[in-house]
Nanobody, 116 residues
Framework: QVQLVESGGGLVQPGGSLRLSCAASGFTFSRYSMRWYRQAPGKERELVAGITSAGDNTNYADSMKGRFTISRDNAKNTVYLQMNSLKPEDTAIYYC?????????WGQGTQVTVSS
């Protein structure tokens, strides 16, 4: 059974940093690309960043480039999202995602709130 468990969210001041983690189980983690999405109140879920199975290629939404870094540790079955220079508009629930056997799996999400 595929499980994705996000952690690391919280309240941070503008300009601050957070590191999110997503622990995966139930599938061969090292064989699959992983993605982070986010959903702000009243808005659609949007792609934040993606990383290939070996971690050798990454992609980012334009508004996150240069501020966010996605990485993974295949030995720990975990994908990370390092978020720097956070802005109030980054406030959202952050989800990790995997497509396994053509089915999309989501974690429960972790809340990130950027506010002074």
């Amino acid at each position: 059974q595929v499980q994705l468990v996000e952690s690391g969210g919280g309240l941070v001041q503008p300009g601050g940093s957070l590191r999110l983690s997503c622990a995966a189980s139930g599938f061969t983690f090292s064989r699959y690309s992983m993605r982070w999405y986010r959903q702000a109140p009243g808005k659609e879920r949007e792609l934040v960043a993606g990383i290939t199975s070996a971690g050798d290629n990454t992609n980012y939404a334009d508004s996150m480039k240069g501020r966010f870094t996605i990485s993974r540790d295949n030995a720990k079955n975990t994908v990370y999202l390092q978020m720097n220079s956070l802005k109030p508009e980054d406030t959202a629930i952050y989800y990790c995602n995997v497509v396994w056997w053509s089915r999309v799996y989501w974690g429960q999400g972790t809340q990130v709130t950027v506010s002074s």
